[in-house]
């Protein structure tokens, strides 16, 4: 039966009478991040997107940790894979796999790409073509208890030392089972962020300068290190080392820690109905060392499509509609993700919001990490960050020796400061 049914196309097919239709339907795949509600939201936008275009969409699941992720990406594209059509990007993978990714200047005009941030698109612009659009901005932020800050006359602590100090004095009060002070101290991309925002309100630099120059071994950078070692086992728990996002969200949320280094959406989850926090938590910009600034690493995510991909068109059309204005709203409203597009910040809902205030505050005052700069060595160049750091936290030398060391290593991959 199944034979004289293909027998039959085939013949139609020679024959020249079995065409595609033109409005026939795709199915679309596409890979977010799974970190908290990501994928929730994602596969939600997705599907509506299929309802509306008749289409069909295909959710692939991926790990939460960024570099398992990228590893991930990395293997399928290699591999040419036809398998997903869209990728979700963090911020600081262009320089990586720009090659993989098609240029969008190809399908989206100039106008439609004007509402985006202008940094945000240069960010996703490799040698002139775009190959992401930008999909939402994170920044770390200093999460706190007011309702504990409140109990023990604190104010939001300014510096790190004030932070310290706020951090024994409640967890002294509230007895064992608090913790002063949680975040993403696991050796992945998380702990870049984290460190990168120690040393930068510390007066320490960037790792890498704007001129390629390795920058990261110095006094201060030093110092930031070793006064986050101090705080593992006083304010901070051991398993700090082996957290990520979600390990810290986790601790915080459940009511065990009155500080927390986190990205914006964290805020949505620890608001949401059951969360044991919800209304006792406060947002504000992370703590600096002295006379030195507050910064908040600069992350985000873009969407971009393979080069591999059978379904560019219509990949195109739908990461448009997730990286449109009801769709970044959508987010923002349900995850607290900060919108790319820049008229979305005059709505009302928006402006009007204490958070969208504080995130803007902290985004007037964003470090970034030095992907541009390094293009596809940045993951190297964060591997070796990170092993130093965590080394250093972990007691295994002094912050000082540790980035000596990593100075070494740097400047050796950075043949002179030209990275590309
Ligand atoms: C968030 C940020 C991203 C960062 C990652 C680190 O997903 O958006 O930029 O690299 O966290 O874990």
């Known amino acids: 039966m199944l034979r004289a049914a293909s ?34 939201l994602c596969r939600t936008g997705a599907q509506a997107w299929a309802k509306k275009t008749g289409n069909e969409v295909n959710l692939v699941s991926t790990p939460a940790d960024a570099n398992e992720r990228l590893g991930l990406y990395q293997s399928l594209l290699a591999a040419h894979s036809t398998d997903v059509d869209i990728f979700q990007i963090d911020a600081v993978w262009p320089g990586i796999l720009a ?15 004007d509402d985006y941030s202008p940094s945000l698109i240069q960010n996703d612009t490799v040698n002139g073509k775009l190959i992401a659009l930008p999909w939402f901005v994170d920044t770390g932020l200093l999460y706190y208890r007011k309702d504990l800050l409140d109990k023990y006359h604190r104010k939001v602590p300014q510096t790190w030392a004030e932070l310290e100090e706020t ?20 050796a992945y ?26 920058t990261v071994s110095n006094a201060q ?10 705080w593992i086992g006083t304010i901070s728990p051991e398993g700090v080392l082996n957290y990520d996002e979600e390990g810290a969200r986790g601790v915080f949320q459940s009511g065990k820690a009155v500080f927390m280094r986190n990205w914006p959406y964290a805020w949505a989850l620890a608001n949401t109905g059951d969360s044991p926090v919800k209304d006792k938590v406060g947002e504000a910009p992370l703590p600096h060392g ?24 219509e990949a195109v059309d739908l990461i448009l509609y997730l990286a449109g204005k009801d ?13 790319t597009l820049k008229p979305l910040y005059e709505d009302p809902d928006l402006k009007n919001d204490p958070m969208v205030a504080v995130f803007s505050q902290v985004l ?37 020796d540790n980035l000596a060391k990593l100075n070494d290593t740097l400047t050796q991959l950075s043949r002179g400061g030209h990275w590309q």
């Open 189 to 214: 991309e998380g702990l870049t962020c984290n460190a990168l925002e120690w040393i930068a309100s510390s007066g320490g630099g960037t790792i890498i300068g704007k001129d390629g120059q390795v």
């Open 327 to 339: 769709e970044e709203k959508r987010r923002w409203k349900k995850g607290a993700f900060n919108p």
């Open 99 to 113: 090659n993989d990714f098609l240029d969008l200047n190809q399908f989206i005009k100039p106008d439609d790409q």
């Open 167 to 186: 951090a024994k004095a409640v967890t002294a009060g509230e007895g064992s089972g608090m913790q002063g002070y949680v975040w993403q101290g696991r």
């Open 7 to 40: 027998l039959f196309a085939a013949i139609a097919c020679l024959a020249g009478t079995l065409t595609v239709p033109a409005e026939a339907k795709v199915t679309v795949s596409i890979s977010c991040s799974s970190l908290g509600i990501e994928m929730e």
């Open 290 to 313: 002295d006379g030195a600034n507050s910064v908040g690493v600069l992350g985000g995510q873009s969407l971009a499509v393979s080069r591999y991909s059978k379904h560019p068109q």
């Open 364 to 400: 007037n005052n964003v470090v970034a990490r030095p992907s541009t700069i390094t293009g596809r060595r940045y993951n190297q160049v964060s591997s070796d960050f990170v092993q130093a750091v965590h080394a250093a936290l972990s007691g295994q030398g002094s912050g000082a």
């Open 221 to 230: 950078a030093a110092a930031a290190i070793d006064r986050a070692r101090g």
